[in-house]
């Protein structure tokens, strides 16, 4: 997960309020249960000491939410009276959740806002192609592409052969196919997309998917049902689930293998609070990788006002030159110094199936240098 949007959260000091908000159930009643969440969140806010400013923002924030369309959620970061950031999330939170602390409480981010593929989907057919972007919170179009309209069905004519004309029908879809490739292949230059999905008849999308750049074979993806197919939505998730899968075991084992030292004794990554800590200080840290139900997530550590002010004993930040440490989250101080270095973060959730226990403790990271 690219973490630059977090920026203008780290810019400022705290204390912050982090609030995720569900918006995923869609009924009659469902204006009023969100009135009355925003102000169970004003109350749980003040309840944790913040100050009236905040609690006041954030509450408007939240109610004005209200007849909100997001399927999934939204998350809601302010301090000193101001709401900084309200992503939406590519998942629900599955509730509400209302935190004030030092730091931002940016780490659920990574489950519920991390690994958002975005598909872009083109509908295939013999005349050409139309495209849509897809992801979790929505779709848009994304352009078309018409080519050769002519000929394109085997019918017999008075003025060729019957074979002529076979061969002159296979010759314009094939440099259709063609066209309907190069279009594709530009659009995803444009969007970046991570995935390809293609829809239509099996043999068109196999023509157009043989005539595509080979550095985006891997990314492709031939639906079973069709255009108009109420199992194609289904069909679009299971893609993103299953990119999302092998992201995150690619990124493990990589993680795994990095980890044991060479043969003088130096690992490429590092786990558990103590070393994490020592990486991010140092601005080692490359990619964080977090398995959120672990033990350290959510272990006290030290931090001071820079992002490499962090410690796991208040004395040692002292040491550093922070005269006033605050207490705060491991997960939530270590992502403030990887967003400060420019560096990644993931969730391995969806990896951990055959590694329960990986990363050690629930925090590793891949790191810049032995």
Known sequence: M?????????????????VYVDLSRHAEDTPHERELTAQAVGRELAGQGADEP?????????????????????AVFARAGE???????????????ARWAPLPHVAPLLELAGEDPLCLVAYVDRRGADFELRSAVGSREAGSVTAQPWP??????????ERHFQLRVENTWESNAGEIADALAACQDEVRADLLILVGEQRECRAVHE?????????????????????LDEEVEQARAEHVRRR??????????????????RAGAVEGVPALVEAAREHRIDELLVRPDGPDTHREVWIGEAPDQVA?????????????????????????????????ALSVTPATGTHEDTPAGGLGALLRWR
Do not use: N
């Open 248 to 265: 995150a075991e690619a990124e493990l084992g990589r993680f795994l293998a990095a980890r044991s030292p060479d043969a003088e004794g």
């Open 54 to 74: 905040t609690c006041r923002a954030v509450t408007e924030a939240v109610d004005g939410l209200a007849h909100s369309t997001d399927p999934h959620g939204r």
């Open 2 to 18: 690219d973490l630059a949007f977090l920026y203008p959260l780290y810019e400022r000091s705290g204390p912050w309020a982090s």
């Open 152 to 161: 394109l069905h085997r019918t017999a004519t008075a003025d060729w052969s």
């Open 211 to 231: 005539r595509l750049p080979q550095r985006l074979t891997d990314r492709v993806v031939e639906a079973d049902h069709g255009i108009g197919s109420r199992l």
């Open 83 to 97: 709401v900084l950031l309200d992503p939406p999330l590519a998942r629900p939170p599955g509730g509400t959740l």
């Open 312 to 344: 796991v004993r208040r004395t040692d930040l002292k040491t550093l030159g922070e005269p006033r440490p605050w207490p705060t989250r491991a997960d939530d101080a270590v992502i403030r110094s990887v967003v400060a270095t420019d560096a990644a």
